[in-house]
């Protein structure tokens, strides 16, 4: 029976290739998108998780009570790894690792780079399961001048030379001794880096840090536990310690699972409450609503031929054929165009994936030994097959064979309410996502076109080191670069200007509360920084030579940190920070927007000190090209510190980093949207080939009569903009609270216009009349008398 059934299938789709290609195609593409869609999940979701031992890795949180309120950190105190390690019975290794602030020259005779380096305990090895090319993890980091290179990072210093044992200088200063390779790390893990260097070299770059306390949150610290089973009382123990040794703290450290830190990244009053893993969610639901939308494309572009297949129906139950195997007939050719389109979906994913990889800067790749890969296409496309012929089996092995053999008139109204249920269905998911991708690209470009409060289009950075360090070197420096015309003005500045910095909740002013916990951010800077940046002053001055005080005394706050503080006259205004002298404010700095485009500025205090500076802020010449400005510094730099090659970074281009999430999602959401709205189209196709066939005869009739072509093409479209108008109508609400809920994590966002949806609905609108269209105005032209010679 199962070899008839196929032979009949095979027949019926050769003999219909134009309604075959149709379906295969409408299905090849929704699987396709399905697929990328479900890859890229799978990417996300599989962060970290290709560790060893991934079920016993913790990265530790911190919980700070700020105004009865927890904010919580990666950021730890450096004593917390050695005293768990030490106290909590359940811990086998702790590690901590530090962020280099900057990248730092690396270089191997004439091989000079700018490489990302990470200071790590030695243990980090082995909680960290990296694959070795040259050395072991007992070695490794053992000595303070040690270091491990990336099979890439050695073979740019080294070439195909063998590295272990080999120097490399870094900071033009020190060398280091390559202790051993390992493997490129894939792209889906959490902490990326080029190469790893001892703590205890950082260490003795910065003294103070061996004399931490509870208070100085400087590291992010990993456990591994000797059990998986061991994280409840190990967690229990780890939330108590720092309040065992710090009466007066309000920090509670806990464990957090290291397979979630990249999904669950967000944090509300200390408890996970999202993060990436929303935007994971959505695109698991995407591609389940790429692939409905295609699946009812089959179903409507099945039973469109309902009138072809109707006498066949007749005859074969006729001869004694049962409805169950009708349905397995249907079934069956349902799941063959299913697997036909599988095998197009899989050639279109090859040939888009590497585009993927290039424009979201990831490695998806398809492994072809996985088990798991092939079972989930061979379930997807059983899936599909059964749902897309589910309708079709049923509705087209309801036929009686005496009605169909005296003459098909088709199951009536009901069939054909259920085909422009499952059409509004098509629209209204298409139009829906139409709305949230106008309502994701209208935000983006809000915030990149917001004011920011100060100038990012003619401030740029590069890093101090080398001579630069002397504070002479660097002040010939900066008069050289505005004598030669390339800058207005020039700053020092804490670090990356783009990037969050360092915070205190060891400020006082008067008037605070005593139960005030109020977190301050702090930047240390140099001379004329309002000038550079392109910040305002509010009130106040920005510091200056001509006045001494400026040098230690002297803070500028925010507007934000002003209200923090409730300062009516803050100019003049006294506070202490720690033990230190009082400090006076001399001016308040207008907000500006830097660390993050879509949030409200942060409480934040600058002071002078370029010692505690790492990069320098520098206002381009707007009167000279681009392209000349750069040209000059890069000649002065090559001059005053040639060991050093110049890094030169732009504020705008750290903005639109910040953006990356954004636009990563409005991709997606246009790419598929418009696959969605595609296929959308061949749905509707089909209900209009079903409709054509139901009323040809009544076309015929009205021709005859004296209906001209215009009347014919109004009666026919009028049916289906009902539809496309009742989609639009569901779609509406469900993409308001959509966008709705995404916009709720930004303090500066757009308001809900009407024009997404008035947009989205003249899109649906046109594209529907188009297509139908192509179809009605066919059937409006054909010929009365071939429908009516047999009346």
Same mark, same amino acid.
């Given at each position: 029976?199962?070899?008839?059934?196929?032979?009949?299938?095979?027949?019926?789709?050769?003999?219909?290739?134009?309604?075959?290609?149709?379906?295969?195609?409408?299905?090849?593409?929704?699987?396709?998108?399905?697929?990328?869609?479900?890859?890229?999940?799978?990417?996300?979701?599989?962060?970290?998780?290709?560790?060893?031992?991934?079920?016993?890795?913790?990265?530790?949180?911190?919980?700070?009570?700020?105004?009865?309120?927890?904010?919580?950190?990666?950021?730890?105190?450096?004593?917390?790894?050695?005293?768990?390690?030490? $106290?909590?019975?359940?811990?086998?290794?702790?590690?901590?690792?530090?962020?280099?602030?900057?990248?730092?020259?690396?270089?191997?005779?004439?091989?000079?780079?700018?490489?990302?380096?990470?200071?790590?305990?030695?243990?980090?090895?082995?909680?960290?399961?990296?694959?070795?090319?040259?050395?072991?993890?007992?070695?490794?980091?053992?000595?303070?001048?040690?270091?491990?290179?990336?099979?890439?990072?050695?073979?740019?210093?080294?070439?195909?030379?063998?590295?272990?044992?080999?120097?490399?200088?870094?900071?033009?200063?020190?060398?280091?001794?390559?202790?051993?390779?390992?493997?490129?790390?894939?792209?889906?893990?959490?902490?990326?880096?080029?190469?790893?260097?001892?703590?205890?070299?950082?260490?003795?770059?910065?003294?103070?840090?061996?004399?931490?306390?509870?208070?100085?949150?400087?590291?992010?610290?990993?456990?591994?536990?000797?059990?998986?089973?061991?994280?409840?009382?190990?967690?229990?123990?780890?939330?108590?310690?720092?309040?065992?040794?710090?009466?007066?703290?309000?920090?509670?450290?806990?464990?957090?699972?290291?397979?979630?830190?990249?999904?669950?990244?967000?944090?509300?009053?200390?408890?996970?409450?999202?993060?990436?893993?929303?935007?994971?969610?959505?695109?698991?639901?995407?591609?389940?609503?790429?692939?409905?939308?295609?699946?009812?494309?089959?179903?409507?572009?099945?039973?469109?031929?309902?009138?072809?297949?109707?006498?066949?129906?007749?005859?074969?139950?006729?001869?004694?054929?049962?409805?169950?195997?009708?349905?397995?007939?249907?079934?069956?050719?349902?799941?063959?165009?299913?697997?036909?389109?599988?095998?197009?979906?899989?050639?279109?994913?090859?040939?888009?994936?590497?585009?993927?990889?290039?424009?979201?800067?990831?490695?998806?790749?398809?492994?072809?030994?996985?088990?798991?890969?092939?079972?989930?296409?061979?379930?997807?496309?059983?899936?599909?097959?059964?749902?897309?012929?589910?309708?079709?089996?049923?509705?087209?092995?309801?036929?009686?064979?005496?009605?169909?053999?005296?003459?098909?008139?088709?199951?009536?109204?009901?069939?054909?309410?259920?085909?422009?249920?499952?059409?509004?269905?098509?629209?209204?998911?298409?139009?829906?996502?139409? #709305?949230?991708?106008?309502?994701?690209?209208?935000? #983006?470009?809000?915030?990149?076109?917001?004011?920011?409060?100060?100038?990012?289009?003619?401030?740029?950075?590069?890093? #101090?080191?080398?001579?630069?360090?002397?504070?002479?070197?660097?002040?010939?420096?900066?008069?050289?670069?505005?004598?030669?015309?390339?800058?207005?003005?020039?700053?020092?500045?804490?670090?990356?200007?783009?990037?969050?910095?360092?915070? $205190?909740?060891?400020?006082?002013?008067?008037?605070?509360?005593?139960?005030?916990?109020?977190?301050?951010?702090?930047?240390?800077?140099?001379?004329?920084?309002?000038?550079?940046?392109?910040?305002?002053?509010?009130?106040?001055?920005?510091?200056?030579?001509?006045?001494?005080?400026?040098?230690? $005394?002297?803070?500028?706050?925010?507007?934000?940190?002003?209200?923090?503080?409730?300062?009516?006259?803050?100019?003049?205004?006294?506070?202490?920070?720690?033990?230190?002298?009082?400090?006076?404010?001399?001016?308040?700095?207008?907000?500006?927007?830097?660390?993050?485009?879509?949030?409200?500025?942060?409480?934040?205090?600058?002071?002078?000190?370029?010692?505690?500076?790492?990069?320098?802020?520098?206002?381009?010449?707007?009167?000279?090209?681009?392209?000349?400005?750069?040209?000059?510094?890069?000649?002065?730099?090559?001059?005053?510190?040639?060991?050093?090659?110049?890094?030169?970074?732009?504020?705008?281009?750290?903005?639109?980093?910040?953006?990356?999430?954004?636009?990563?999602?409005?991709?997606?959401?246009?790419?598929?949207?418009?696959?969605?709205?595609?296929?959308?189209?061949?749905?509707?196709?089909?209900?209009?080939?079903?409709?054509?066939?139901?009323?040809?005869?009544?076309?015929?009739?009205?021709?005859?009569?004296?209906?001209?072509?215009?009347?014919?093409?109004?009666?026919?479209?009028?049916?289906?903009?009902?539809?496309?108008?009742?989609?639009?109508?569901?779609?509406?609400?469900?993409?308001?609270?959509?966008?709705?809920?995404?916009?709720?994590?930004?303090?500066?966002?757009?308001?809900?216009?009407?024009?997404?949806?008035?947009?989205?609905?003249?899109?649906?609108?046109?594209?529907?009349?188009?297509?139908?269209?192509?179809?009605?105005?066919?059937?409006?032209?054909?010929?009365?008398?071939?429908?009516?010679?047999?009346?």
């Amino acid at each position: 029976m199962f070899k008839t059934n196929l032979k009949i299938a095979l027949r019926n789709l050769w003999k219909n290739k134009g309604f075959t290609l149709i379906n295969i195609g409408g299905l090849a593409i929704g699987l396709a998108c399905c697929l990328m869609l479900l890859l890229y999940v799978n990417y996300e979701w599989s962060y970290n998780k290709q560790l060893k031992d991934i079920d016993r890795i913790y990265m530790t949180r911190l919980n700070l009570k700020i105004n009865e309120q927890l904010i919580t950190t990666v950021a730890t105190p450096g004593i917390l790894a050695e005293t768990a390690l030490q $106290t909590i019975p359940g811990v086998e290794q702790a590690a901590r690792i530090t962020m280099a602030t900057r990248d730092k020259f690396f270089s191997h005779q004439e091989n000079n780079f700018k490489l990302n380096s990470l200071f790590v305990d030695p243990s980090i090895l082995k909680i960290f399961d990296y694959h070795f090319i040259y050395g072991n993890a007992d070695q490794a980091l053992s000595e303070p001048n040690s270091i491990l290179l990336t099979a890439s990072t050695a073979k740019r210093l080294f070439g195909n030379e063998n590295p272990l044992g080999q120097s490399v200088k870094w900071d033009n200063r020190k060398l280091l001794k390559v202790a051993a390779v390992i493997e490129d790390l894939p792209k889906n893990q959490s902490f990326q880096f080029d190469a790893l260097q001892s703590r205890a070299l950082f260490e003795q770059e910065n003294p103070a840090e061996k004399e931490t306390n509870w208070g100085s949150i400087t590291c992010v610290t990993i456990f591994k536990l000797k059990d998986a089973d061991n994280f409840a009382a190990a967690d229990a123990s780890l939330r108590k310690l720092i309040a065992t040794h710090d009466k007066d703290t309000d920090m509670e450290a806990f464990l957090f699972p290291y397979s979630k830190i990249r999904l669950y990244d967000e944090f509300e009053n200390g408890k996970p409450s999202g993060g990436k893993i929303d935007q994971v969610k959505l695109f698991l639901f995407l591609a389940f609503c790429v692939l409905l939308i295609a699946s009812i494309n089959y179903m409507n572009l099945s039973t469109a031929r309902s009138e072809k297949r109707a006498r066949e129906v007749g005859i074969r139950k006729a001869m004694g054929s049962t409805r169950f195997n009708l349905m397995g007939q249907f079934m069956l050719e349902s799941l063959l165009l299913s697997f036909l389109a599988l095998l197009l979906a899989f050639v279109l994913l090859e040939l888009s994936l590497p585009y993927f990889n290039n424009l979201l800067d990831i490695q998806i790749q398809i492994d072809y030994h996985s088990y798991l890969f092939w079972t989930t296409l061979a379930v997807l496309a059983l899936f599909t097959g059964l749902l897309a012929g589910s309708y079709p089996a049923f509705y087209l092995s309801s036929f009686s064979p005496i009605k169909v053999l005296k003459g098909f008139k088709g199951n009536g109204a009901r069939s054909l309410s259920i085909r422009k249920i499952l059409v509004i269905v098509q629209f209204s998911l298409s139009v829906c996502m139409i #709305i949230c991708a106008i309502v994701i690209y209208t935000q #983006i470009q809000f915030m990149k076109n917001k004011p920011l409060g100060f100038d990012k289009d003619n401030l740029a950075q590069l890093d #101090i080191e080398g001579e630069w360090t002397k504070p002479l070197v660097l002040q010939r420096f900066k008069e050289e670069l505005k004598k030669s015309g390339a800058i207005v003005s020039a700053t020092e500045f804490a670090s990356s200007f783009t990037e969050d910095g360092s915070i $205190t909740g060891n400020i006082s002013w008067p008037g605070k509360a005593a139960n005030d916990n109020s977190i301050i951010d702090y930047r240390s800077t140099g001379y004329d920084f309002t000038n550079t940046v392109g910040a305002k002053l509010v009130a106040g001055r920005d510091f200056s030579p001509k006045f001494v005080a400026d040098t230690a $005394t002297s803070v500028l706050l925010n507007e934000t940190a002003v209200q923090t503080m409730g300062l009516k006259t803050p100019v003049g205004t006294q506070i202490t920070w720690g033990d230190d002298p009082p400090l006076t404010i001399v001016g308040v700095v207008k907000d500006y927007s830097n660390e993050s485009i879509g949030s409200k500025a942060r409480p934040t205090l600058f002071y002078y000190n370029p010692a505690r500076t790492q990069v320098l802020l520098v206002h381009l010449n707007p009167a000279l090209p681009l392209s000349r400005s750069v040209a000059l510094i890069n000649k002065i730099a090559a001059q005053m510190n040639p060991a050093f090659p110049l890094t030169l970074k732009f504020t705008s281009q750290g903005m639109d980093e910040q953006l990356q999430s954004e636009k990563l999602l409005s991709v997606l959401s246009n790419i598929f949207g418009g696959f969605a709205i595609f296929i959308s189209c061949l749905g509707l196709l089909g209900l209009a080939l079903y409709m054509a066939e139901q009323r040809s005869k009544e076309i015929s009739i009205r021709k005859v009569l004296g209906a001209d072509l215009r009347n014919i093409l109004v009666l026919l479209n009028k049916d289906f903009m009902k539809l496309v108008i009742i989609s639009n109508m569901i779609a509406f609400p469900l993409a308001y609270i959509i966008a709705k809920n995404w916009l709720s994590k930004y303090d500066y966002k757009i308001e809900i216009s009407i024009w997404p949806f008035f947009i989205a609905a003249i899109i649906s609108l046109i594209i529907s009349i188009l297509t139908v269209s192509m179809q009605t105005f066919k059937v409006a032209k054909a010929n009365a008398v071939d429908a009516l010679k047999y009346e």
